[in-house]
């Protein structure tokens, strides 16, 4: 088991930039895949994007790609998701979910067992 933490949302303006971490403590965090979720005010939770363990693969949502990055530095076991060019539609509770059962992960939330306690983006047109 790992524990995340997520920091770094806040209120942004429409086009601005912010970037989120996830960082996780107890041991062997590279032997975990993580994924990115998000739950838009009254929308039901959407998964983002994630990393694979080794950090060789991610994956996105259609809507930000090219706008969000995923990246992960082991050493400091820490996941981040750089979010460029917010819209509005952006504005949600963000999540970070961990879980060893695959090297890619998976878009499905239920397989995850490790999640973070969230960070509010809020992105103002």
């Known amino acids: 088991q790992v524990q995340l933490v997520e920091s770094g949302g806040g209120l942004v303006q429409a086009g601005g930039s912010l970037r989120l971490s996830c960082a996780a403590s107890?041991?062997?965090?590279?032997?975990?895949?993580v994924g990115w979720f998000r739950r838009p005010p009254g929308k039901e939770r959407e998964y983002v994007g994630g990393?694979?363990?080794?950090?060789?693969?991610?994956y996105y949502l259609h809507s930000v790609q090219g706008r969000f990055t995923i990246s992960r530095d082991d050493a400091k076991n820490t996941v981040y998701l750089q979010m460029n060019s917010l819209k509005p539609e952006d504005t949600a509770v963000y999540y970070c979910?961990?879980?060893?059962?695959?090297?890619?992960?998976?878009?499905?939330?239920?397989?995850?067992?490790?999640w973070g306690q969230g960070t509010q983006v809020t992105v103002s047109s």
């Open positions: 979910a961990a879980e060893k059962a695959r090297d890619f992960g998976t878009s499905r939330w239920w397989e995850y067992d490790n």
């Open positions: 107890g041991r062997s965090f590279n032997m975990y895949a």
């Open positions: 990393i694979s363990r080794s950090g060789n693969s991610t």
